[in-house]
């Protein structure tokens, strides 16, 4: 079963940049179709971003042009890019692995905006 670590959360100004990554352990990473989602205080979690394949991605419509996702699956890690963070986006970002209608979430890392 797929293992999932989080990395590069953290504290950033409003109108700055994180990258998140996401190492997987285990078999036949680049099947699985990789994506983040979010959870913010007393919210629902919300899909941000998925990326099936190497060629295809995702993003929700209100991150397009901010959010972009990546994976290197000689590396087993996918990435999130955040730029011109918003206090908004502050939240508990997980990344999953998902295949066969399974997804195997990550602990999560937090990202807070400061305004």
């Known amino acids: 079963q797929v293992q999932l670590v989080e990395s590069g959360g953290g504290l950033v100004q409003a109108g700055g940049s994180l990258r998140l990554s996401c190492a997987a352990s285990g078999r036949d990473f680049s099947s699985y179709d990789m994506r983040w989602s979010r959870q913010a205080p007393g919210k629902q979690r919300e899909l941000v971003a998925s990326m099936p394949t190497s060629d295809n991605t995702y993003i929700a419509d209100p991150l397009k042009g901010r959010f972009t996702i990546s994976r290197d699956n000689a590396k087993n890690t996918v990435y999130l890019q955040m730029n011109n963070l918003k206090p908004e986006d502050t939240a508990v970002y997980y990344c999953?692995?998902?295949?066969?209608?399974?997804?195997?979430w990550g602990q999560g890392t937090q990202v807070t905006v400061s305004s």
């Open positions: 999953g692995a998902r295949r066969l209608a399974v997804t195997t």
